[in-house]
């Protein structure tokens, strides 16, 4: 899949770059061996329900369990806690992909989860029966803060956009689809074990120059100028700058789906759009007006770095959600 340059812009590629233990010898040390560790408790929320799953005081509300697994994990008092404990298979099941996703491991069981291998073969996880060959990477990294990796499967070549946390678990199931031929960052802040996961799969990463700091230095193919870019025949990059000088969403023409990294996201109490914009590094100016070259493309599907995806039902539905964000804050 060729990575074709539209407008006066062009792509510059960079230079490659403990003690045995003395056996008990009475009953105390023997009960103090097999006692659960006190600490166990204090990690505990106690914000948390009785039972076995619970989250500990380092979650950064990132809100991914609580879009994982709605059933089990809800944010009280300005963090995840679990609200309900699993009471089906497809239900813990899903409470521990969301543990295994937790940037900062702050989901625990109290019983050793016998399945965990099952539960890390089922990554990466399909999105939507309608968004086929589409999938999340899970693993997501506190480096990000938690922000969401996806993979795209494609004939001519698999992308990943922005990176999860590095796991050979991981990469040995993405070697398993096909690896991955070009890794997609959206903006500077998710970048995350990009690194490590081009050592490992060979992949070619593509970021804007204006996100160039020393983190990405080495990123094979930096876009320059104001796009749009295309990847083969059904990819296209729209440089969308706000969050970040170099924001670029990438757009899947055929699924009509927008990958939006942080330039934009759904409001985790309602489907209003949100620019959260107190994370903006550039003005509330710039970013209006990325928002609005959004009006003229063809998608219904926002596929977010954090937080909720949404679906619209057409094009249509989706510039009114998008003329509604744009007159709150012109008004």
């Known amino acids: 899949m060729a990575l074709n340059l539209r407008a ?6 960079p230079p490659a770059h403990l003690r045995p233990r003395r056996r008990a010898t009475s009953v105390s040390v023997v009960r103090a ?15 948390n329900v009785s039972g076995d799953f619970f989250v500990d005081h380092r ?9 994982m697994a709605p059933e089990v994990f809800k944010r009280v008092d300005g963090q995840s806690a679990v609200a309900a404990q699993p009471t089906s298979e497809e239900t813990r099941t899903k409470a521990l992909q969301a543990l295994l996703s937790c940037p900062t491991s702050s989901i625990h069981t109290d019983k050793p989860a016998q399945d965990m291998l099952q539960v890390q073969n089922t990554f990466p996880l399909p999105i939507d029966d309608d968004l086929p060959g589409v999938y999340l990477c899970g693993y997501h990294s506190e480096n990000s803060y938690g922000a969401t990796s996806y993979l795209i499967l494609h004939p001519e070549g698999n992308i990943m956009v922005d990176s999860p946390r590095y796991t050979p678990k991981l990469a040995n199931q993405l070697e398993k689809l096909g690896g991955v031929r070009y890794m997609f960052l ?3 802040d ?5 690194r490590k996961w081009a050592e490992r799969l060979k992949c070619e990463r593509i970021i804007h120059s204006g996100d160039v700091e020393d983190i990405t230095a080495d990123v094979e193919w930096k876009l320059t100028g104001n796009g749009p870019w295309n990847i083969g025949t059904d990819f296209e990059l729209i440089h969308t700058p706000g969050h970040t000088k170099g924001s670029v969403c990438l757009l899947y ?5 927008l990958f939006t990294g942080d330039h934009v996201a759904k409001t985790e109490e309602s489907d209003d759009l ?3 914009l107190m994370y903006s590094k550039q003005s509330v100016g710039v970013q209006l007006d990325s928002i609005r070259k959004l009006l003229v493309i063809d998608f219904e599907w926002f596929l977010p770095g954090h937080g909720y995806r949404i679906r619209y039902e057409d094009v249509h539905a989706k510039n009114s959600a998008i003329e509604a964000l744009l007159a709150d804050h012109i008004n």
């Open 8 to 13: 006066a812009t062009s792509l510059a590629a």
């Open 33 to 47: 061996t097999v006692s659960p560790p006190p600490a166990l408790d204090s990690r505990r929320r106690p914000q």
């Open 59 to 67: 979650c950064i509300d990132c809100a991914t369990c609580r879009w």
């Open 186 to 188: 959206t903006h500077i």
């Open 190 to 194: 998710d970048v995350a074990d990009h």
């Open 253 to 257: 023409k055929p699924l009509k789906a």
């Open 274 to 276: 949100n620019l959260f």
